[in-house]
């Protein structure tokens, strides 16, 4: 069975510095792994994703992040906060077969003035 | 914009009744996924389609059921509602098939926000 634990639900931080959103997986095999954004009353939308690749993914609006298969981690993280970040982050895992994609209880995002 | 719509997108009903949610795929998306997502919550699985069949299923009782049509738009079907069953329902395409290899992109509506009273 896959799981995913996201250690923080709400991260605050002032505008201009560093992001990090945790994120820990539990999977019998392979993973793909998922960041997924989701603003005040809209759907879900893709950060980037993680496919057995390069460990260190770059997605949108300057985010990365970087599987550690040895510490079962793929953490979020971002240089500079920008006020347009604040939202619902959720950390995503699937098997092979991607039919169940398994979300974490996700992380509130706030960005200060 | 992901080009997967879903309707109504706000909806009321009492304790027992039934309800039927929509999802319009994207154009050459054959996968499409329901998701539960109670408030302060990630989405739970609740089930996938492929090519009109049902492709895997999550923790759901089957008061819970679903359709694919050729064209490959999807209902979600729940009966006998309970207060529990409040959430935002998430609809969610993809152009993957059944099986190995199919770990790309979903590609969310914006969901319908079910409240039973």
């Known amino acids: 069975a896959q799981s995913v634990t996201q250690l923080d639900s709400h991260v605050s931080v002032s505008e201009g510095t560093p992001v990090l959103l945790r994120c820990n997986y539990s999977?019998?095999?392979?993973?793909?792994l998922f960041w997924y954004v989701q603003h005040p009353n809209k759907g879900l939308q893709l950060l980037l994703k993680?496919?057995?690749?390069?460990?260190l993914v770059k997605g949108i609006n300057g985010f990365e992040a970087e599987f550690k298969k040895s510490e079962t981690s793929f953490h979020l993280t971002k240089p500079s906060a920008h006020m347009s970040d604040a939202a619902e982050y959720f950390c995503?895992?699937?098997?092979?077969?991607?039919?169940?994609?398994?979300f974490g209880p996700g992380t509130r995002l706030s960005v200060l003035p | 914009e992901t080009g997967v719509t879903q309707s109504p997108t706000h909806l009321i009903k009492t304790r027992g009744q039934q309800v039927t949610l929509r999802c319009s795929s994207q154009?050459?998306?054959?996968?499409v996924s329901w998701y539960q997502q109670a408030l302060g919550q990630g989405p739970q699985f609740i089930f996938q389609?492929?090519?009109?069949?049902?492709?895997g299923r999550g923790n759901f009782p089957p008061r819970f059921s679903g359709l694919q049509f050729p064209n490959y738009s999807s209902e979600l079907n729940v009966n006998a509602l309970e207060l529990d069953d409040s959430a935002l329902y998430l609809c969610?395409?993809?152009?993957?098939?059944?099986?190995?290899?199919?770990?790309?992109?979903?590609?969310f509506g914006e969901g319908s926000r079910l409240t039973v009273l």
């Open positions: 154009s050459g998306h054959n996968t």
């Open positions: 995503v895992v699937t098997d092979n077969y991607g039919q169940n994609f398994v």
């Open positions: 999977s019998s095999y392979s993973p793909s």
């Open positions: 389609y492929y090519r009109e069949e049902e492709n």
């Open positions: 993680y496919t057995s690749a390069a460990t």
């Open positions: 969610a395409t993809s152009p993957g098939g059944r099986g190995r290899g199919n770990t790309g992109e979903l590609f």
